[in-house]
């Protein structure tokens, strides 16, 4: 995903901006520089380039999505203060201080602007869920079951499909009070569509 540019002319319209072209000098530049250099470099250069090229293009979404997601957070906590509810839920919607207490915890989800993924954030901790899974996730905590059956249908789920889950959510069980108020976050935060 290229980088955003700003047009330092404001006011005024280039030719390309015009004829609806866009042009990147310096990258035209730097493409036409990698292309003289590439019939110099054995096989082992260019597969450490392509190396490179991999890691940045992956540093360059990582930035994209981390952005969506400050900007979600921000649009949420916006409209939050708004409203004056707190997008975290901790030890006051876990209920009960067994083992696994939420006490302390700290979740919260944020969207890409997309809508193409979720972030579940637990402490400092996030794990990704596409927006399907989302909507599997919602189905299950919004299903007209008794607390420990949603909790236990969640914590089957994660088993099931998203075993990475647990390295982030440190559940102790099915009856983890922290499944209570992870489903009670995501009750509040998304409705199903009838």
């Not at 250069?45 to 900007?71: C, K, P, S, T, W």
């Amino acid at each position: 995903m290229p980088r955003k540019t700003v047009n330092v002319n404001k006011g005024k319209k280039s030719t390309a901006a015009k004829t609806g072209k866009k042009t990147d000098t310096r990258k035209e530049f730097l493409a036409k520089e990698l292309k003289g250099l590439i019939p110099k470099l054995d096989s082992e250069g260019l597969a450490f380039l392509i190396e490179q090229a991999r890691v940045h293009l992956y540093n360059m979404q990582v930035d994209e999505l981390n952005e969506a997601a400050v900007a979600a957070n921000n649009a949420g906590a916006r409209a939050r203060s708004i409203a004056g509810k707190s997008a975290t839920f901790g030890s006051k919607a876990a209920g009960s201080r067994g083992a696994g207490s939420a006490k302390g915890d700290n979740f919260r989800i944020n969207g890409t602007e997309s809508g193409s993924s979720y972030y579940l954030r637990y402490r400092n901790d996030d794990v990704m869920f596409s927006k399907d899974e989302m909507i599997r996730l919602v189905k299950i905590a919004s299903a007209p079951a008794s607390d420990m059956e949603i909790r236990e249908r969640l914590y089957n789920w994660f088993d099931r499909e998203r075993k990475d889950v647990f390295s982030v959510l440190p559940l102790t069980g099915k009856a983890d009070s922290r499944l209570k108020v992870l489903s009670d976050m995501i009750k509040a935060t998304f409705k199903l569509r009838k």
